[in-house]
């Protein structure tokens, strides 16, 4: 703006001068200002970086932390549930009194150890040899009083006499342990009448599927949901016409009334089992035409006329030979021969 200004006039130089001197004052205070600016800006952004670096991000990290054990828990929600389930039980703590009906040292000291990661406190009965005087009385007892049986044992055509009478003796060897073990049971004054105890045979095993919480969890539901009834199949054998479906508590298995047989699981109330006694002892009656083998039939029995809650149906036995047998607790017997039909062809 001040190429056309005569130089060599010396007030224009004098103005001239001035407004150029104040032009180069403005554009320095200018170019403070917006070093300065900028200075600022830049400071702000270290700050809000900074402040998110050592603020923000240890939450941001600690919530996805949270959000993966949230997602875990998730995953494990019905175990968690079972467990502070259990927790919360005023009982979880209280032993089960179990009663395992076996000869075999082996065989019952595996289940024993078996038994007892559920606290259950084992106790071994060791039943009559089934060639003993005792078991050989009893038979020829019960057949006098039975003639349908009498009538087959004496029959001369009949070639399978001593294989029948074998397993008589077995049938009535096992029986006989049941029925010592409910009577000690109903006699037992220290017991109270809705107290629980669980019997079972030296094959008995729990099912692979369940943890050890869920099995002490799903007994002790069990118990809750048959306290009516006084008894209950944890594993049972061939069930039927099973009715009254439920959920067991939080697992993903069910209960039902069921009709059924096996003795290799059970569980009695005192009053329930002085009951069972009782309707043994009409059933065994002379002229009833039950055969009175084993104690499981004697149950199968009393099932037909009063259904018994069966624990755990979905759980199929691992051994595919034995898929019916169904429930907490399997026979294993992969592991453990079955000694009734053992000698019978000889």
């Not at 224009?12 to 032009?23: A, E, H, P, S």
């Not at 054990?69 to 927790?87: E, G, H, Q, Y």
């Not at 294989?163 to 017991?191: E, G, P, T, W």
Request: charge should be negative; hydrophobic fraction near 40%; aromatic fraction near 10%.
């Amino acid at each position: 703006m001040f190429h056309n200004i005569d130089t060599h006039c010396p007030c224009l130089q004098g103005c001239y001068k001035l407004v150029q001197i104040q032009m180069e004052h403005k554009f320095r205070l200018a170019r403070v200002q917006y070093f300065t600016i900028r200075t600022l800006i830049r400071f702000s952004l270290i700050l809000v970086v900074s402040t998110f670096v050592i603020f923000i991000a240890p939450l941001c990290l600690q919530q996805v932390v949270v959000d993966e054990i949230d997602s875990d828990i998730v995953l494990k929600a019905t175990t968690s549930m079972i467990d502070m389930d259990i927790l919360n039980n005023k009982n979880h703590n209280a032993k089960f009194e179990g009663y395992i009906v076996s000869r075999d040292k082996i065989r019952f000291n595996n289940t024993k150890s078996t038994l007892a990661t559920l606290d259950i406190n084992c106790h071994q009965y060791a039943p009559h040899e089934y060639d003993s005087n005792e078991v050989v009385n009893a038979v020829k007892k019960y057949v006098l009083c039975n003639e349908m049986v009498k009538a087959m044992l004496e029959d001369p055509a009949n070639i399978q006499r001593h294989s029948q009478m074998m397993y008589l003796q077995k049938c009535m060897s096992n029986r006989m342990a049941f029925f010592d073990l409910l009577h000690d049971f109903v006699d037992d004054n220290n017991i109270k009448n809705d107290s629980w105890r669980l019997f079972f045979e030296d094959d008995a095993d729990i099912h692979p599927k369940l943890k050890r919480s869920e099995m002490k969890y799903a007994i002790q539901k069990g118990m809750e949901l048959a306290a009516n009834d006084g008894i209950i199949f944890l594993g049972i054998c061939r069930p039927l016409d099973c009715e009254g479906e439920v959920a067991l508590g939080n697992l993903n298995i069910t209960a039902a009334r069921c009709t059924g047989i096996c003795a290799h699981a059970l569980a009695f109330t005192k009053w329930k089992a002085r009951i069972i006694l009782s309707y043994i002892d009409e059933l065994l009656k002379p002229g009833n035409s039950h055969r009175g083998d084993n104690f499981d039939a004697m149950i199968m029995e009393y099932s037909k006329e009063h259904k018994i809650w069966a624990l755990g149906l979905e759980l199929h036995s691992p051994n595919p030979n034995f898929e019916e047998h169904q429930g907490l607790f399997f026979q294993n017997r992969e592991k453990f021969r079955s000694f009734m039909n053992e000698g019978l062809n000889q």
